[in-house]
């Protein structure tokens, strides 16, 4: 299951020539762009994992690509992730995040149904797309 | 490097065939690099060796440009410099107009300059250094990172100091980010002579040592002279002689900073200038050319004349 979110998530993978080019975007409007990877990416997980601190003071997008390929080559099987911080007042937050990454093989949702009172059914979707987590669960 | 290149004479948009002419002077002028370099020759006294070499550079690139219109295939050239030569002789500022020349030929995308020291690349325990130096380098990216005394980098006394790490960080982006950013590294011709003994690597993937020589007096003078103008001063005709007379006394002395110790005698000939205004302002009433001008007296009374010995304060401000 391909897993779509934040900006760009229904167009096909960003080349690395396309990536450089929104990040150039980014920078150009002052933001601080971050790199964050995961193996839960779940919609309401927003924590994830950051990759080094966020790049302040840049001018130019190649040191992201940089370290976008560092943490591909370290974490090729997690989702990876840019983010632009816009610290203009009244904004303060995320403006632009989009996916640079994905696992080769995405096992996208487990669904897991627990019956309550009455017969009510609540359902919660296990994001993991933990490998290791997802093949623990299948053998349970 | 961008689709903004050469485009041949005739063929709009298309790849040349070959019989297409093509206009460098034309491309020259568009280019704003005549610009850039003129101001180098009126912003930079002397240092000729240098400017030569910075001209041969942007014939270099702008035919390469051109080569590249015709599908010419040339790797990209290398342009790492190391600039040596002695205190204030410009070389921050040379390397300042490098970065804005790169950009007009497009070489570098941005064309800033981030210019750092052993302090800003060498962290102070184990694993500080890699993320330090490579903030810095992802800073420079697209412009020129401009290393000032880069032989303290390495420290052959203590051999556990982290400077070689970020040596071979470098090194390492020197060679596979050739693209990206320009590396220069800038001190003293002994010292910098000693750093690329001890470190083969920096010195062959730098393609262009470029020294810088001492200025003689009468540079210094024109020097002081530019300076002077930019802040609207100007000396007297007894003041120029008392300035000459200066610079000569100043150049045998220890701690002499060309271009940086004309600046700091000047800022030290203004404040005594100030000084006589007041005096006398109780008697006297000075008009615009008064404000203006530096007297000879205002030289004569620096400690150079007197004792033969440099100012107190110009022994704090080296």
């Not at chain 2, 063929?11 to 034309?26: F, N, Q, T, Y």
Request: glycine letters at 6%; one cysteine or more; a negative charge.
């Amino acid at each position: 299951m391909r897993i779509t979110q934040g900006t760009f998530s229904f167009l096909p993978e960003l080349t690395d020539e396309q990536i450089k080019k929104q990040v150039k975007y980014c920078l150009d409007q002052n933001y601080a762009v971050n790199i964050e990877y995961t193996d839960d990416p779940h919609p309401r997980n927003t924590y994830w994992e950051m990759w080094g601190l966020p790049m302040f003071d840049l001018k130019d997008p190649a040191g992201v690509l940089m370290e976008i390929n560092e943490c591909r080559k370290a974490y090729p099987d997690h989702y990876i992730r840019v983010g632009a911080f816009d610290n203009e007042r009244g904004t303060e937050s995320l403006r632009i995040s989009f996916i640079v990454n994905r696992p080769a093989h995405e096992p996208g949702f487990r669904l897991q149904r627990t019956e309550t009172d009455g017969r009510c059914i609540r359902y919660t979707a296990h994001a993991y797309a933990r490998l290791t987590e997802a093949r623990n669960a299948g053998s349970d | 490097m961008t689709e903004s290149g050469l485009k041949p004479v005739g063929s709009p948009g298309g790849k040349a065939s070959g019989e297409e002419v093509i206009d460098l002077h034309g491309e020259y002028e568009a280019s704003n690099v005549q610009e850039v370099l003129d101001r180098l020759d009126h912003e930079l006294v002397g240092l000729q060796p240098v400017k030569t070499r910075i001209k041969e550079i942007a014939a270099l690139l702008l035919v390469d440009r051109a080569r590249r219109s015709f599908e010419l295939t040339s790797e990209t050239p290398t342009l790492h410099m190391s600039f040596t030569g002695n205190p204030g002789t410009g070389k921050t500022t040379v390397a300042m107009r490098i970065a804005e020349i790169l950009h007009c030929l497009d070489y570098v995308r941005e064309g800033h300059l981030v210019s750092v020291t052993r302090d800003d690349l060498v962290g102070q325990y184990i694993g500080h250094t890699a993320p330090k130096t490579k903030d810095v380098i992802k800073k420079a990216m697209g412009g020129v990172l401009f290393i000032d005394e880069a032989y303290y980098l390495y420290r052959p006394e203590n051999e556990r100091d982290y400077g070689q790490e970020a040596i071979e960080i470098l090194l390492q982006v020197m060679e596979n980010n050739r693209d990206d950013l320009v590396v220069i590294l800038a001190g003293y011709k002994e010292r910098m002579d000693t750093f690329f003994q001890s470190n083969p690597g920096f010195r062959s993937r730098i393609a262009h040592h470029i020294d810088f020589p001492d200025y003689s007096a009468d540079e210094l003078l024109q020097i002081g002279q530019l300076l002077l103008g930019q802040q609207s001063y100007r000396l007297s005709e007894a003041g120029e002689r008392a300035f000459g007379e200066y610079i000569d006394l100043r150049m045998k002395l220890p701690q002499f900073a060309n271009g940086r110790s004309i600046r700091n005698a000047l800022d030290r000939a203004r404040l005594r200038q100030a000084n006589r205004l007041f005096n006398s302002s109780r008697t006297q009433k000075f008009v615009k050319q008064d404000l203006m001008t530096l007297e000879a007296e205002d030289f004569y009374a620096s400690r150079v004349f007197a004792e033969g010995e440099l100012d107190q304060a110009q022994v704090f401000s080296i």
